[in-house]
């Protein structure tokens, strides 16, 4: 059994949306919605050979990058690992531009030379997007010593995987974002496989949040199918970097409902366990049962937002297959910055 059946129910005792307001839950939910429905186009145009080299997936997960999201301010940043299509349109990065990158056109974010797992937009605080596992931890931190020198009150969120949790220079990152108290979140996104490997066979103590002890550096699990609790856990985290009270560990049990790449057939784990979590744990279904049992929210509220965003993928695909290829001149640009 994964361990997101066994995560608490979706439920808050305060108010019916937790932190939110009605507008504010109805945007969290077209922000889940759109990275579901834009993952899934995505996995149909690798499908028909138009996006080429690694394409990694997201579905299953969008609580975690949107209930984070919608606590930030607009001075923070975020850096995470290659599985970053999502967390790139819950920081507003125009969903043309992504997929635009995955079919390698030039109205792509990297004008079509990076594809997957090379994209950024510094006017969107997003910077990166990393192929190796646990690169992007330590320029988590370099991004916020730099909002610490600024004096900006910035915060940097750094995504990782839990199999990037195990990996050496997370553990030195640790170690001077604690001893300097940058302002910096590491968000642990344990989905339970590192690439084909579960946690229970790869890792001998899973209780990531934990992994900061030896530099006082304080952690929670949360429930990652579960937005409210998300949101509730990156509130206290955000604060107390934002309050110059140095790093905090925020552990999310959540899960991937495709293989770990495209090319993945996840033959590692049952059919069983998939439909399972899909079908009792799938947590954009919780919110809309949230959002209906309120009764602040009606079917109609849901069906108007699944509307607009078929219409936005729809002219999203169109931009993504009909803008040009880059020229072959851009082979020799953005290559070399001269200081």
Same mark, same amino acid.
């Not at 495709?258 to 069983?272: F, I, N």
């Not at 998939?274 to 979590?277: D, G, M, N, Q, W």
């Not at 947590?283 to 959002?291: E, F, S, T």
């Not at 001149?329 to 640009?333: G, I, K, Q, R, V």
């Given at each position: 059994?994964?361990?997101?059946?066994?995560?608490?129910?979706?439920?808050?005792?305060?108010?019916?949306f937790?932190?939110?307001?009605?507008?504010?839950?109805?945007?969290?939910?077209?922000?889940?919605?759109?990275?579901?429905?834009f993952?899934?186009?995505? $996995?149909?145009?690798?499908?028909?050979?138009?996006?080429? =080299?690694? %394409?990694?997936? &997201?579905? !299953?997960?969008? +609580?975690?990058?949107?209930?984070?999201?919608?606590?930030?301010?607009p001075q923070?940043?975020?850096?995470?690992?290659?599985r970053?299509?999502?967390?790139?349109?819950?920081?507003?990065?125009?969903?043309?531009?992504?997929?635009?990158?995955?079919?390698?056109?030039?109205?792509?974010?990297?004008k079509?030379?990076?594809?997957?797992?090379?994209?950024f937009?510094?006017?969107?605080?997003?910077?990166?997007?990393?192929?190796?596992?646990?690169?992007?931890?330590?320029?988590?931190?370099?991004? $916020?010593?730099?909002?610490?020198?600024?004096?900006?009150? =910035?915060? %940097?969120?750094? &995504?990782? !995987?839990?199999? +990037?949790?195990?990996?050496?220079?997370?553990?030195?990152?640790?170690?001077?974002?604690?001893?300097?108290?940058?302002?910096v979140?590491?968000?642990?996104?344990n989905?339970?496989?590192?690439?084909?490997?579960?946690?229970?066979?790869?890792?001998?103590?899973?209780?990531?949040e934990?992994?900061?002890?030896?530099?006082?550096?304080?952690?929670?699990?949360?429930?990652?199918?579960?937005?409210?609790?998300?949101?509730e856990?990156?509130?206290?985290?955000?604060?107390?970097?934002?309050?110059?009270?140095?790093?905090?560990?925020?552990?999310?049990?959540?899960?991937?409902y495709?293989?770990?790449?495209?090319?993945?057939?996840?033959?590692?784990?049952?059919?069983?366990e998939?439909?399972?979590?899909k079908?009792?744990?799938?947590?954009?279904?919780?919110?809309?049962?949230?959002?209906?049992a309120?009764g602040?929210?009606?079917?109609?509220?849901?069906?108007?937002?699944?509307?607009?965003?078929?219409?936005?993928?729809k002219?999203?695909?169109e931009?993504?297959?009909?803008?040009?290829?880059?020229?072959e001149?851009?082979?020799?640009?953005d290559?070399?910055?001269?200081?």
């Open positions: 059994m994964s361990s997101v059946a066994r995560a608490s129910s979706f439920e808050d005792k305060t108010t019916p937790g932190a939110y307001d009605r507008n504010a839950f109805l945007k969290a939910y077209e922000q889940m919605v759109l990275i579901r429905r993952e899934e186009r995505a $996995a149909q145009l690798y499908g028909m050979g138009l996006i080429g =080299g690694f %394409c990694h997936l &997201y579905i !299953g997960q969008e +609580a975690v990058v949107v209930g984070i999201q919608s606590a930030m301010q923070d940043t975020v850096i995470t690992s290659y970053d299509h999502g967390h790139m349109l819950a920081c507003d990065m125009d969903p043309r531009g992504v997929m635009a990158e995955l079919t390698g056109r030039s109205g792509g974010y990297s079509g030379k990076g594809g997957s797992m090379h994209m937009s510094r006017e969107k605080g997003f910077y990166g997007g990393h192929g190796i596992v646990g690169a992007q931890v330590p320029i988590g931190a370099g991004l $916020a010593f730099a909002h610490k020198y600024k004096g900006d009150k =910035g915060v %940097c969120v750094a &995504y990782l !995987g839990d199999g +990037a949790a195990n990996q050496g220079q997370v553990y030195e990152t640790l170690n001077m974002a604690a001893l300097w108290k940058l302002p979140v590491f968000v642990i996104e989905n339970e496989y590192a690439m084909g490997t579960s946690t229970a066979r790869g890792t001998s103590n899973a209780n990531f934990n992994r900061g002890e030896p530099w006082g550096i304080p952690g929670r699990v949360v429930n990652g199918m579960n937005l409210i609790q998300v949101r856990a990156a509130d206290w985290a955000l604060e107390r970097a934002r309050s110059g009270e140095g790093p905090a560990i925020l552990h999310f049990k959540t899960y991937r495709r293989g770990h790449s495209m090319s993945d057939p996840a033959k590692y784990r049952t059919k069983e998939v439909e399972e979590v079908t009792s744990h799938d947590a954009i279904d919780a919110i809309r049962n949230l959002g209906l309120s602040k929210i009606t079917e109609s509220d849901f069906e108007s937002i699944e509307k607009r965003v078929k219409d936005i993928m002219d999203v695909i931009f993504a297959q009909t803008s040009p290829e880059p020229d001149s851009e082979l020799y640009t290559i070399l910055v001269e200081a």
